[in-house]
């Protein structure tokens, strides 16, 4: 039902304050605060000596009618300018407790728009690819946020750069040509979540958050581990070509959620294994700092893909196959490739080994052993917690790249 | 023109006209109207080719409105302003001169006044005669300084208003002429800092573009259709407002003519328009 009213008359008095000064804040808040609408009538009154000159461009301008008084104007409230808000929408709203926050599926005319905005319906759409709640989303997103932003270091700081070199020169030897492994995998690691990041709906703002802290330690790693490379040594070491065709089969993943299990959940799992028997072998106090500090983030990152894909599979039983094909198709892409960099390899056993000694090695060899099964182990419980039954979980483990990540 | 698509001429003073009519264009084809546009580098040549008969409406600034319908009055033919915008009623123009140096026009005898484009309607000649009127006759009794951007665009490009803005508070001139919608602009932006400036005189009230027919076209289906989808646009329609932002409007009335009076007697006393219109007429 609807009431006809006689239109309202309200009075606003700028004072000295003109148009040109600020003055047209006001008038447009008058109008909003006093409800007026069309037909309504605002008496403004002021000293500014352009005040009417000024006020008729302003009516004209915003569709409203415009009559000069002899200290000022009065505006008849047009039609048109309140149908601006006509068609706006709420994106979602920005407290995650609330039923209403997340749209199950993004729309491409929130477009940039914080989550929570009344956007106006004349958007124009952008379209982002994943724009699909169950595929992106994570619960934990927001907590796993929070540890990330508040767990960041700095690698000037945060690393005794100025430790001795009193190892063996055959370890450091071994120590540059793992960080120069552990560069290659870590540019994989910041780049396959950056071709995602700009695919994501801002509407799913925490995931985009948590995304761009990870490839901030991603950035970070890269740096502790080139630098610590370069700590006593000018050159960095080898990088093979079996290596670098496994991580490009990680760029290559079109799909997210198997970009991110091929990832996080197989390869960045398998890396925690890896910094922390880098950690535990450590010849000097910098190479203990950046494995463990890589290692915390890493565990981040996995906690996050581990997250993300329980809720997915809960939601989307079907992506339990897509993911099984994507271990398979992966290791048969790889299966005439050498894997792992042998470099490496030999590198890992002289490190855990401390020397070249024949025992030592004989030592180094059998740790190095030990961290393949550790690595092994990690992989088939992340796969039994997606909920792979365990034998499963260890054939497929079987089938990931030799080279770790 | 015989085709049932509606042909309408425009001239390209900004790119944003392309996305403007492109977008009508959309419109127009989602109510079954055809509809089309050709551009025009400046208004002479629109109203050349309006006679010609190479388009049904033409998008008219108020000069150009005048010199078609002088040229249709002496071939004995017609033109009517079918639509124009909100925003096109009742327009004023000042005179702006720095403070403390000019208290009224008669202060300006001898000096040098900035104005527009020289066939600016807002911007040059309706401020030129309201001079006129008030006994400063230009090149008399006043030097005028014409910033001429873009001319054969009747002032639709702000830029020579804003260079006479300029020079007004470079000091190069004693006052400078402008529509009242950009002196507000100028203030704002501190082209015209605050304080420094005030305005000595304000014109009377004009109007500015419309739509223009020739003869009785403005009753044939195709284009009462076309009236009647334009003046149907609203500005609640997301998919219009955007136009409608770019184009200045938020609704588009139908076109009246006695809002060109102050115009006419501008191009009567400087003899604007008569070569084009003589020239045009006698082909």
């Known amino acids: ?405 | 023109m015989t085709t049932d698509t509606v042909i309408l001429g425009a001239v390209a003073y900004d790119p944003k006209v392309v996305t403007i009519w492109e977008g009508f264009r959309e419109f127009f084809a989602a109510h079954d109207l055809a509809f089309d546009f050709v551009l025009y580098s400046n208004y002479e040549r629109q109203v050349e080719a309006h006679v010609r008969g190479d388009m049904d409406v033409a998008w008219n600034s108020p000069l150009a409105w005048l010199q078609l319908e002088r040229i249709a009055k002496r071939l004995g033919r017609s033109a009517q302003a079918i639509a124009m915008r909100d925003s096109d009623r009742d327009l004023t123009s000042v005179i702006v001169a720095r403070t403390g140096e000019v208290a009224s026009l008669a202060d300006l005898r001898g000096k040098t006044i900035a104005v527009g484009a020289g066939d600016s309607p807002q911007a040059t000649l309706i401020p030129l005669v309201h001079l006129q009127q008030a006994g400063l006759v230009p090149g008399r009794d006043v030097e005028v300084r014409r910033f001429d951007v873009l001319l054969g665009k009747h002032g639709d490009h702000i830029g020579g208003e804003r260079d006479a803005a300029r020079a007004l508070v470079a000091g190069e001139v004693a006052a400078a002429c402008m529509i009242d919608g950009n002196h507000l602009l100028f203030a704002r932006e501190g082209v015209l800092p605050s304080g420094s400036t005030h305005i000595v005189a304000q014109t009377a009230a004009y109007d500015h573009c419309n739509f223009s027919v020739l003869d009785d076209l403005g009753a044939a289906p195709k284009m009462k259709r076309f009236t009647e989808l334009l003046l149907g646009m609203s500005y609640a329609d997301p998919t219009l407002r955007p136009l409608m932002d770019l184009e200045g409007l938020r609704a588009w009335l139908p076109g009246r003519t006695e809002g060109y009076a102050l115009l006419e007697q501008a191009i009567d006393a400087f003899g604007t328009i008569d070569g084009f219109v003589t020239e045009i007429a006698g082909r």
Not at chain 1, 174 to 197: C, D, G, H, K, S
Not at chain 1, 222 to 251: H, K, M, W, Y
Not at chain 1, 311 to 321: K, Q, S, T, V
Request: contains cysteine; proline residues 4%; hydrophobic residues 45%.
């Open chain 1, 1 to 405: 039902m609807t009431t006809t009213r006689e239109p309202a008359q309200v009075a606003l008095e700028l004072g000295p304050l003109g148009l040109d000064g600020g003055g047209t804040v006001l008038l447009s808040h008058t109008i909003r605060r006093a409800g007026l609408v069309a037909g309504d009538r605002l008496d403004v009154r002021g000293l500014a000596p352009e005040l009417a000159v000024h006020g008729r461009a302003w009516c004209r301008a915003k569709g409203h009618g415009f009559t000069a008084t002899p200290d000022g104007f009065t505006i008849t409230v047009g039609r048109h300018d309140a149908d601006r808000s006509v068609g706006a929408e709420r994106a979602g709203h920005a407290d995650l407790r609330r039923p209403d926050a997340l749209a199950e599926v993004a729309s491409p005319r929130w477009g940039l728009a914080a989550r929570g905005a009344l956007v106006d319906a004349a958007t124009p759409a952008v379209r982002f690819g994943l724009d699909r709640r169950v595929d992106v989303w994570a619960d934990e997103a927001p907590a796993l946020y929070a540890q990330a932003t508040a767990a960041q270091w700095d690698p000037a700081t945060a690393i005794p750069w100025a430790t001795a070199c009193d190892h063996d020169p055959a370890v450091e030897d071994a120590i540059v040509q793992v960080m120069t492994y552990l560069v290659e995998n870590e540019t994989a690691a910041l780049l396959v979540p950056a071709r995602f990041l700009a695919q994501m709906h801002p509407h799913f703002r925490e995931i985009l958050q948590l995304l761009a802290v990870q490839l901030a330690d991603e950035a970070r790693h890269i740096e502790v581990f080139t630098r610590r490379a370069r700590l006593f040594r000018d050159e960095l070491g080898s990088s093979s070509a079996g290596g670098q065709a496994s991580l490009q089969s990680l760029l290559d993943e079109p799909d997210y959620a198997l970009a991110m299990f091929l990832l996080s959940v197989l390869g960045e799992g398998s890396f925690l294994s890896l910094l922390w028997f880098l950690h535990e072998h450590a010849p000097d106090a910098a190479t203990k700092a950046v494995t463990r500090l890589a290692a915390q983030d890493e565990a981040r990152h996995v906690a996050f893909g581990l997250a993300h894909l329980e809720r997915h599979l809960g939601l989307e039983p079907a992506l339990r196959e897509r993911l099984v094909a994507a271990v398979h198709r992966r290791h048969d892409a790889l299966a005439d490739t050498a894997g792992l960099n042998a470099d490496v390899f030999d590198a890992l056993v002289v490190i855990a080994a401390g020397s070249l000694e024949p025992l030592a090695i004989a030592r180094g060899f059998a740790a190095v052993t030990e961290l393949v099964h550790d690595m092994d182990r990690g992989r088939r419980r992340r796969l039994q917690r997606l909920g792979f039954p365990e034998a499963e979980a260890a054939a497929l483990s079987e089938l990931h790249t030799r080279n770790f990540m």
